[in-house]
């Protein structure tokens, strides 16, 4: 049976806190609010915890996790060979949606880093998240609190949805603030490479480090999450589509046999006069964007349609997020 527990996002109570806690120390999983999704959590030095996420998420070993830390003490337990650019953007950028790749500590489990001499290290800007951790007084390994493969949560009822009884407990502290995953940044290499695009974006890091490398080789992204699975999907076949207007629709949709129901999911104030299709319309501005779009897509999916086109948004600065998001998530052709 999976618990729920409700707190205030900017004042958890301490006595729920400490329940959660002590589901981490004794070697449980506790889903928890980030600033970016809900994270499914434990204790990441215990070999046998962190073998518990894999499982209840179904997740293949070959995905590392993150491991998050609530102090600059807490990094040393997990991480090693912290460069002065580093500490630098540690300075500039945590707490807060940036999670940086170092060398391993022997102490962390070969499962959270997929086997590899790296691990991937971040402090969440969330007072939940944060007291969690001191009071486990441990580094926390979490990946999204989803099934794999499926949108991540940012909201504890897509959590309990995917993984009820699955999963020890939940703390729920409303919705996310950003809605898509943190941006993961190479540090072993120099220059230093993006792994994986997020709300901290490449000219954010240009300002504090200098001019970063190329995108990663297959080898590099092995040491991030989030990379090389298709993620983020719905059930139906999605199709992504950069700008939309009537005619940019797929041809498939013109043939009436051919789909039982079609979602669109977009900003553009788009309407076709036939029953088989719905729309579910969000934002344009990348934040706004980044808090629906997979909310949208969970919505979509209780439609029970038989495809979902999504209107992408620009792509750069924040966007450049949304968009990897959603290009990892379609089972169909860009237009």
């Known amino acids: 049976m999976t618990q729920v527990l409700q707190l205030e996002a900017k ?195 240009n300002d504090v480090i200098g001019p970063l490398g190329l995108s990663g080789s297959d080898e590099l992204l092995m040491r991030s999450p989030g990379t090389r699975h298709r993620h983020y999907s719905p059930r139906a076949r999605l199709i992504l589509i950069e700008e939309t207007s009537p005619e940019q629709l797929p041809d498939i949709y013109a043939d009436p046999r051919s789909h039982r129901s079609i979602v669109f999911i977009g900003h553009s104030d788009l309407y076709i006069d036939d029953p088989r299709f719905h729309t579910i319309q969000i934002g344009s501005d990348p934040g706004e964007y980044a808090r629906s779009i997979y909310a949208a897509l969970r919505e979509a999916d209780r439609l029970n349609p038989d495809l979902i086109i999504v209107e992408g948004i620009s792509d750069s600065g924040e966007g450049a997020a949304v968009m990897d998001r959603l290009r990892r998530a379609a089972s169909g052709p860009s237009k």
């Open 11 to 205: 004042s958890p109570r301490p006595e729920v806190i400490e329940q959660a806690a002590a589901v981490i120390r004794t070697g449980g999983l506790v889903a928890f609010p980030t600033e970016t999704v809900y994270g499914l959590g434990a204790d990441a030095l215990n070999e046998a915890a962190v073998a518990r996420i894999f499982e209840a998420k179904g997740r293949p070993p070959d995905n590392p996790l993150i491991a998050h830390v609530a102090n600059r003490e807490m990094l040393d337990v997990v991480a090693t060979g912290i460069s002065e650019n580093a500490e630098r953007l540690i300075e500039r950028f945590w707490p807060g949606p940036l999670t940086i790749v170092l060398q391993r500590q022997p102490v962390v489990p070969f499962s959270i880093s997929a086997g590899l001499p790296t691990v991937a290290v971040r402090m969440p800007k969330h007072d939940v998240a944060l007291a969690l951790i001191r009071a486990s007084n441990t580094p926390i390994a979490a990946p999204s609190a989803n099934r794999s493969g499926k949108p991540s949560p940012t909201l504890a009822a897509h959590v309990l949805e995917d993984l009820r009884g699955r999963i020890d407990l939940i703390l729920d502290a409303g919705a996310t603030e950003i809605g898509v995953e943190s941006t993961v940044l190479d540090m072993t290499i120099d220059p230093p490479v993006i792994l994986r695009p997020g709300w901290v974006t490449s000219e954010m890091l």
